[in-house]
């Protein structure tokens, strides 16, 4: 059985930063990629980042030049390094990874998510 489990989330001033880690566990026999969407209140689940394990990163427009994803020298973390935060990047922060595990194809599993409130 496969877990996501993410940690860092927290109040914060706005131009404050945050990091945001997650760790895969289980029987994983392959990752894809690993990332972060986002879900505010009233509003969809949004793509923040996202990391293939050949290297290719994708940003939300919303967050480029602010935020950095990494993968740990474990690949089966990944980190969010969120900085210049804003009230508008309060939501709950959920890690996704796409992986593919003991008897099961690549699909796609979430942590239970983190909450990050950017307020004064």
């Known amino acids: 059985q496969v877990q996501l489990v993410e940690s860092g989330g927290g109040l914060v001033q706005p131009g404050g930063s945050l990091r945001l880690s997650c760790a895969a566990s289980?029987?994983?026999?392959?990752?894809?990629?690993m990332g972060w969407y986002r879900q505010a209140p009233g509003k969809q689940r949004e793509l923040v980042a996202t990391?293939?394990?050949?290297?290719?990163?994708t940003y939300a427009d919303s967050v480029k030049g602010r935020f950095t994803i990494s993968r740990g020298n474990a690949e089966n973390t990944v980190f969010l390094q969120m900085n210049s935060l804003k009230p508008e990047d309060t939501a709950v922060y959920y890690c996704?990874?796409?992986?593919?595990?003991?008897?099961?194809?690549?699909?796609?599993?979430w942590g239970q998510g983190t909450q990050v409130t950017g307020s004064s």
């Open positions: 990391i293939r394990t050949g290297g290719t990163i």
């Open positions: 289980g029987s994983i026999l392959s990752i894809n990629v």
């Open positions: 996704l990874g796409n992986l593919r595990s003991t008897g099961r194809a690549y699909m796609n599993y």
